[in-house]
């Protein structure tokens, strides 16, 4: 009897992106398989795309209808709808996943596979690969991470993470699932309220995207500055004031991208221009987020 497993997506104005990942998950090898939407709030059109979606498969028998869930909730961050969406799994296996992901066909296989086998109890894979590559803010992304452009984890990574991308259920129901402050590392909480890493899988590839666009990073990187690596305790924050302040965005904006870009694309001088001014924008975003955290701004996205 194969084991049920239910995935997870937390969105939040996803109407460019959730199709494509749904559709995606319907092509998986691996049955059976029960898919929950948690929508956080969205203000776009993210609520009908899938509610649409849902009628196209059930007309395609693709998936069961029954198998492909949607909840929503007030706008609240990530970690508090995947929370959500396992409360109402019904899988012995969580695989958390986002809304701008898609999937070889053998992921969720490539991905359970150790677990249903008692190897761990979670895993996660080292094969994510950016969607949108070519794209020039999507590879000013990656400089800025000392990344390769295809790869969203550099080659060389821990076969250990601090991320779950899939866990027995009942594991996480030990501990009452994620941290709920809305943060972008809530997902790291799982693993220290564990006290234990995921396992790294063979195969299992997938893609995902950086942002695309300038509004798009400044909007990742605020949320990014939010976290309590960087907006956390004073020191932290002092810290971060003076990392991404103006003068020091100029100074490492121009090393990096005179040191990366003739390793990623074709180097010139607007390529070298374009990072000049995604530091720019990133940095401002993070400087942003930090000063808004004295007043006690919001943690979610």
């Not at 821990?158 to 991320?163: H, I």
Request: proline residues 3%.
């Amino acid at each position: 009897m194969t084991t049920k497993t239910s995935v997870i997506i937390p969105t939040y104005n996803e109407e460019k992106v959730i199709e494509n990942c749904l559709q995606s998950l319907t092509k998986q090898t691996y049955k059976p398989l029960e898919i929950i939407v948690v929508d956080d709030g969205s203000k776009d059109k993210t609520v009908n795309i899938i509610e649409n979606l849902k009628l196209k498969i059930m007309h395609s028998q693709e998936l069961k209808s029954e198998n492909l869930k949607l909840f929503r909730q007030e706008h609240k961050g990530p970690g508090p709808a995947r929370n959500f969406g396992a409360q109402h799994a019904k899988g012995e296996i969580l695989v958390f996943i986002d809304a701008d992901m898609t999937f070889d066909k053998n992921f969720i296989k490539d991905l359970t596979a150790p677990i249903i086998s008692g190897k761990t109890m979670g895993t996660f894979s080292k094969n994510e690969f950016v969607a949108n590559k070519n794209n020039i803010w999507s590879i000013c992304w990656n400089i800025n991470r000392n990344v390769p452009k295809e790869r969203m984890l550099p080659k060389n990574f821990s076969d250990k993470a601090p991320v779950f991308r899939a866990i027995l259920k009942k594991e996480f129901d030990k501990v009452k699932g994620f941290d709920a402050t809305g943060e972008y590392t809530d997902d790291w909480s799982l693993s220290r309220k564990l006290g234990k890493k995921s396992t790294v899988v063979k195969g299992a590839i997938y893609y995902h995207s950086n942002p695309s666009n300038l509004i798009e990073v400044y909007n990742q990187a605020r949320w990014i500055g939010k976290n309590e690596f960087i907006s956390g305790h004073l020191l932290r924050k002092a810290r971060s004031l003076i990392q991404y302040s103006l003068p020091a965005s100029l100074v490492l904006g121009l090393t990096k991208s005179f040191l990366n870009f003739n390793l990623l694309v074709q180097r010139s001088f607007s390529e070298v221009i374009y990072f000049l001014i995604f530091k720019l924008v990133y940095d401002w975003a993070i400087f942003t987020s930090v000063i808004k955290s004295f007043f006690k701004e919001d943690k979610a996205k």
